[in-house]
């Protein structure tokens, strides 16, 4: 079992930057990457960024440039630098974790974007 707590979403102008954390606890060990989606007002869920235990990284396009994620294994907890935030990046973003036989998530944390 493992609990995610997401925190750092609110309300910033376009051009701005939020950082998002979400501290995991529970079966951290068996934890093989973490990593966030978001999903906006009628559209599906999609990955933001994700990071692997080794480190590796993976980016959706439209982030790319402007979006870090990073981890701090000390402290179980992964961020999402978001900088040159743009209105379409409004969304409740999700933080995951992947296990080998499951994925958790975290409740969601509300990022709007106004222009």
């Known amino acids: 079992q493992v609990h995610l707590v997401e925190s750092g979403g609110g309300l910033v102008q376009a051009g701005g930057s939020l950082r998002l954390s979400c501290a995991a606890s529970?079966?951290?060990?068996?934890?093989?990457?973490m990593g966030w989606y978001r999903q906006a007002p009628g559209k599906q869920r999609e990955l933001v960024a994700g990071?692997?235990?080794?480190?590796?990284?993976n980016y959706a396009d439209s982030v790319k440039g402007r979006f870090t994620i990073s981890r701090d294994n000390a402290n179980n907890t992964v961020y999402l630098q978001m900088n040159s935030l743009k209105v379409e990046d409004t969304g409740v973003y999700y933080c995951?974790?992947?296990?080998?036989?499951?994925?958790?998530w975290g409740q969601g944390t509300q990022v709007t974007v106004s222009s």
């Open positions: 995951y974790a992947n296990l080998r036989l499951r994925t958790y």
């Open positions: 529970g079966s951290i060990f068996n934890i093989n990457g």
């Open positions: 990071i692997t235990t080794g480190g590796s990284t």
